[in-house]
T-cell receptor, first 113, second 113 residues
Framework: GQQLNQSPQSMFIQEGEDVSMNCTSS?????WLWYKQDPGEGPVLLIA?????ELTSNGRLTAQFGITRKDSFLNISASIPSDVGIYFC?????????????FGQGTTLQVKP | NAGVTQTPKFQVLKTGQSMTLQCAQD?????MYWYRQDPGMGLRLIYY???????DKGEVPNGYNVSRLNKREFSLRLESAAPSQTSVYFC????????????FGQGTRLTVV
């Protein structure tokens, strides 16, 4: 099936550092979403992107919808311990008429105080 | 503000046993989804219901059945559990299949021994 390649798979950083993660695909998407999952919880939406080239911020988080419509990245600035969790990208294919979301494999982030 | 509620939160089954995972949403959403989450695999779609009265297979439907009981409820049934079905299961809902944001429940952690 369709697949999103998300990288890196995991990150262990020092508090205060910036973080960057991305998702790529060989398919074209019309929507990109970024979710965060806290331990023992379900994913929660952080940022939604709807147009190629769109750059959107949510506090210390910034995400961009790639110009080719095949990729997206998420940056977290000045990380803090509560940023710990699993970050997922998700996309809706331009060719999809079912509205199904495809998820990346996730990036596990650990922050050392 | 209940959102999406899943029961049970934890379950241990013996191989061959059956069980039903329950999901209910109180947001008047039309579309509902069942995902499974496995390490390094992200979230994979098992079944979805674009609207009340319809259900469709996702990426990994084998070994599962679903019922869209009414607009609020969408259950997932394992008729004969197998160890390969050990996973964390998430139910999600969206206003409709064109809406991008999916709201997730807290998950059901299932172990099949």
């Amino acid at each position: 099936g369709q697949q999103l390649n998300q990288s890196p798979q995991s990150m262990f950083i020092q508090e205060g550092e910036d973080v960057s993660m991305n998702c790529t695909s060989s398919s074209i998407f019309n929507t990109w979403l970024w979710y965060k999952q806290d331990p023992g919880e379900g994913p929660v939406l952080l940022i939604a992107l709807y147009k190629a080239g769109e750059l959107t911020s949510n506090g210390r988080l910034t995400a961009q919808f790639g110009i080719t419509r095949k990729d997206s990245f998420l940056n977290i600035s000045a990380s803090i311990p509560s940023d710990v969790g699993i970050y997922f990208c998700a996309g809706q294919l331009r060719s999809s008429n079912t509205g199904k979301l495809i998820f990346g494999q996730g990036t596990t982030l650990q922050v050392k105080p | 503000n209940a959102g999406v509620t899943q029961t049970p939160k934890f379950q241990v089954l013996k191989t061959g046993q059956s069980m039903t995972l329950q999901c209910a949403q109180d947001m008047n959403h039309n579309s509902m989804y069942w995902y499974r989450q496995d390490p390094g695999m992200g979230l994979r779609l098992i079944y979805y219901s674009a609207s009340e009265g319809t259900t469709d297979k996702g990426e990994v439907p084998n070994g599962y059945n679903v019922s869209r009981l009414n607009k609020r409820e969408f259950s997932l049934r394992l008729e004969s559990a197998a160890p390969s079905q050990t996973s964390v299961y998430f139910c999600a809902s969206r206003p409709d299949r064109a809406s991008t944001e999916a709201f997730f429940g807290q998950g059901t952690r299932l172990t099949v021994v």
